[in-house]
């Protein structure tokens, strides 16, 4: 099987949650190969067309497999291959996205959506799965915060609070995480950015709490990691988040306001770990090996011409 896989390269990278899996799927036998999209809005992907018809020309792929609505729209322009596109969050929680993810589902042989709650939301759709992004327990497990910390450089004995990503990223929602972090003493709010992975495993396992403030998400890949490595976390009531971290010890859902979420990580603070987390992503059949067989399912399905459930 010959698929190719639409995405992004706006960041000079290609996100995690969709390489992982396809390192996985090419291991198992499956011929992958990317295009790469740089171009910002609709125009700027739209402008690839001839650049990915000449791609599929030349490759023959059986499938192409798009992440984002804007890629699997760019993708449907071409009739010759069956497009999956899976949705992961902005390309339907941004109202001004939604149009044309109605569209790219409804052209799309079938659509993948990373959580129940985004797929509800996107109320005229094609046939479609619910796979969330896994996790690779291989590089997301529990280490000694001390020795975890010693290999970054931090320092041993500060209160950190890790923050879900980048502090320009405007969906992270930074200005809420500072001020909740700045009316408690002594504690340092860590930006996620410019980290390699295994990079950021030993970030997850050298802070204190781990901080999602985000204004809306899909099925938030930073929490399913730092319940991988056990962490205490702290997160609004975004995606997927309360069913993931559901009667997980030391984790706590926040109102959008800094002072419950100050008054949370305050608690989160109490416990050293989050003790089962890790067993709550293994029992939600999250392991990067398990969405990648399903992944897989949906090829297949699509091949076979029937409609996935």
């Given at each position: 099987m010959n698929v190719l896989?639409?995405?992004?390269?706006n960041n000079h990278q290609i996100s995690p949650f969709i390489a992982e899996p396809v390192e996985l799927m090419i291991r198992s036998g499956i011929s992958i190969r990317y295009f790469l999209i740089q171009g910002k809005g609709i125009r700027g992907y739209i402008k690839n067309r001839v650049l990915l018809k000449k791609e599929i020309m030349e490759y023959n792929p059986d499938i192409v497999h798009a992440h984002y609505g804007f890629s699997g729209l760019l993708a449907n322009l071409q009739r010759k291959v069956p497009v999956i596109t899976t949705f992961h969050g902005s390309d339907i929680n941004l109202i001004t996205n939604r149009p044309f993810s109605v569209l790219t589902s409804l052209l799309s042989k079938s659509s993948i959506f990373i959580s129940q709650k985004l797929s509800r939301k996107l109320i005229i759709k094609g046939r479609s799965a619910i796979i969330p992004s896994g996790v690779d327990l291989d590089l997301f497990f529990p280490v000694d915060k001390v020795e975890s910390r010693k290999q970054l450089g931090l320092p041993i004995h500060e209160k950190l609070v890790l923050f879900a990503g980048s502090f320009d990223n405007?969906?992270?929602?930074?200005?809420?995480?500072?001020?909740?972090?700045?009316?408690?003493?002594?504690?340092?709010?860590?930006?996620?950015?410019?980290?390699?992975?295994?990079?950021?495993a030993l970030l997850m396992n050298a802070c204190d709490v781990?901080?999602?403030?985000?204004?809306?998400e899909g099925s938030p890949q930073f929490i399913k990691e730092a319940l991988a490595c056990n962490r205490?976390?702290?997160?609004?009531?975004?995606?997927?988040?309360?069913?993931?971290?559901?009667?997980?010890?030391?984790?706590?859902?926040a109102k959008p306001d800094s002072v419950d979420i100050a008054g949370k990580i305050s608690q989160a603070m109490h416990f050293e770990n989050a003790p089962n987390g890790r067993q709550r992503i293994i029992d939600l059949g999250l392991e990067l090996n398990t969405i990648a067989a399903k992944i897989i399912d949906v090829y297949h399905s699509v091949l076979r011409g029937s409609s996935c459930q």
């Open positions: 896989v639409v995405c992004s390269y405007r969906i992270k929602n930074y200005p809420l995480a500072k001020a909740a972090t700045d009316s408690l003493n002594n504690v340092r709010l860590i930006e996620m950015k410019g980290y390699k992975r295994k990079e950021v781990a901080l999602l403030t985000s204004i809306h205490p976390i702290v997160s609004t009531d975004v995606g997927d988040v309360r069913i993931l971290m559901e009667n997980v010890e030391g984790c706590f859902i």
